[in-house]
């Protein structure tokens, strides 16, 4: 090797934009492989562990056929599969906003967990939901929301109180709940209804947001995808 | 930490002493860590790449051998659940979502300041980068690197060869830009 590319300059290159983790990160992740190993350090017992097995089997064989004769559910709490057990290469916990159907789906590992019909802001409007991908920057239980816009706009709204508010830009966008909106309101078609956000926010009905907020962590990837056709972030997944 | 302590270390681990991983990879998952930021770019992805490592050093752990180097192994499954992520729909379908963020104005600044060797570090092949990584920055010795990656010693030295070429000849360095 020359001076022209040297050690140290690989180096600073390697290390530009380098982000060091977040505080506490060999704490966290060994104290999760001490919790994943601890029915080890119980003893192994096999009678116990196949009765454990065939319990689990006939749970989710019950499960599954219970969910094929009801149908679709419109939402269920997060139930954290275990490690490994979904999609190869899945990122752990993802959640994927679909402008279009205007539908939620939370996924672990690749095995969706959570789906809840949401009400986002209108489309091809200044108040409009923008795609991308973000990460849950901040979680608050209660949050005051300003209006935006000054009072005597259109889209002018009071102060008002929301919860289990999610916020994914610094820039206000937020997924949290919007008590005002009747259960019936989200889904398809409510970002052009008299409910749309006017926030550009991503409106949670509130049982599944309690769940969601739970099971969010902050640096959850939240991926936002286009109305008007097929995007990368919705089709697949 | 001593060769010695290492070992001491390793065969408790592999008799399910949880305090002696716990000494044997608590200073190993940061340099995990910087090996999955620098061949991701995404702090979150790196955590639980390292994360996941961590469970599988422990699942696996009975195909470690005395006498390794304990940061080597746990490198190459870093390096290994990098490439699987890489590899992997998901990581193409959020990638481009970001991509595409990045074409949008607010992204052309932090484009434009990278280096240019930065840049064409990241036009490299994963496994370019991550020979030139193990090599350069976490001064691993290439018959280390070659058992890491399970090749030989001079496929190691050909991969660091090739690589440094490829960035002179993306950095015109030596006339050799066409």
Redesign the interface.
């Known amino acids: 090797m020359t001076d022209d590319i040297d050690r140290n300059r690989l180096r600073r290159a390697f290390f530009e934009d380098y982000l060091p983790p977040s505080a506490g990160l060999a704490e966290r992740t060994l104290r999760q492989v001490h919790d994943e190993r601890r029915p080890d350090r119980q003893g192994p017992h096999w009678a116990f562990g196949l009765v454990a097995v065939v319990l689990a089997a006939v749970i989710v064989a019950t499960l599954v056929v219970t969910r094929a004769e009801t149908g679709h559910s419109p939402h269920h709490s997060p139930a954290a599969p275990p490690p490994g057990t979904c999609k190869a290469g899945a990122p752990p916990k993802l959640i994927v906003v679909d402008l279009a159907a205007q539908q939620l789906t939370a996924y672990q590992r690749g095995c969706q967990v959570l789906t809840t019909p949401v009400t986002t802001g209108g489309p091809a409007t200044e108040e409009s939901t923008p795609t991308g991908t973000f990460h849950v920057l901040h979680k608050y239980p209660t949050l005051m929301l300003h209006s935006p816009w000054p009072m005597g706009s259109p889209h002018w709204f009071p102060d008002i109180q929301v919860h289990n508010y999610l916020a994914i830009r610094d820039t206000g966008l937020a997924l949290h709940s919007a008590e005002w909106e009747p259960a019936d309101a989200f889904g398809p078609g409510s970002e052009e209804g008299p409910f749309a956000a006017s926030d550009r926010a991503v409106h949670v009905p509130s049982q599944p947001l309690v769940n969601l907020y739970t099971w969010a962590d902050v640096g959850t990837t939240v991926v936002v995808c286009g109305a008007g056709g097929p995007e990368p972030g919705c089709g697949g997944l | 930490m001593s060769s010695s302590v290492e070992g001491d270390l390793t065969d408790a681990v592999r008799a399910?002493d949880?305090v002696a991983?716990?000494l044997l990879?608590?200073p190993l998952?940061?340099a995990g860590?910087?090996l999955a930021?620098?061949m991701l770019?995404d702090?979150?992805?790196?955590?639980?790449v390292?994360?996941?490592a961590?469970?599988k050093a422990?699942r696996r752990f009975h195909q470690f051998q005395r006498g390794d180097s304990p940061r080597a192994w746990f490198l190459t499954i870093v390096a290994n659940e990098c490439r699987?992520?890489l590899?992997?729909?998901?990581?193409n379908?959020?990638r481009?979502?970001?991509l595409?963020?990045l074409a949008g104005p607010d992204a052309t600044e932090?484009l434009a300041a990278?280096?240019d060797?930065?840049q064409s570090?990241d036009r490299l092949s994963y496994e370019h980068r991550l020979v030139?990584?193990l090599y350069?920055?976490e001064d691993l010795e290439q018959t280390e690197i070659a058992r890491m990656l399970g090749v030989r010693v001079g496929t190691v030295k050909s991969r660091i060869h090739r690589a440094?070429q490829r960035?002179?000849q993306d950095?015109g360095?030596?006339g050799t830009r066409q």
Do not use: N
Request: aromatic share 18%; glycine share 4%.
């Open positions: 399910g949880a991983f716990d990879f608590d998952i940061e860590y910087r930021y620098v770019r702090r979150q992805a790196a955590e639980d390292v994360q996941e961590a469970f422990w699987s992520l590899r992997g729909r998901w990581w379908v959020l481009r979502e970001e595409q963020e932090p990278r280096t060797l930065r570090l030139l990584y350069f920055c440094i960035l002179r950095l360095v030596e």
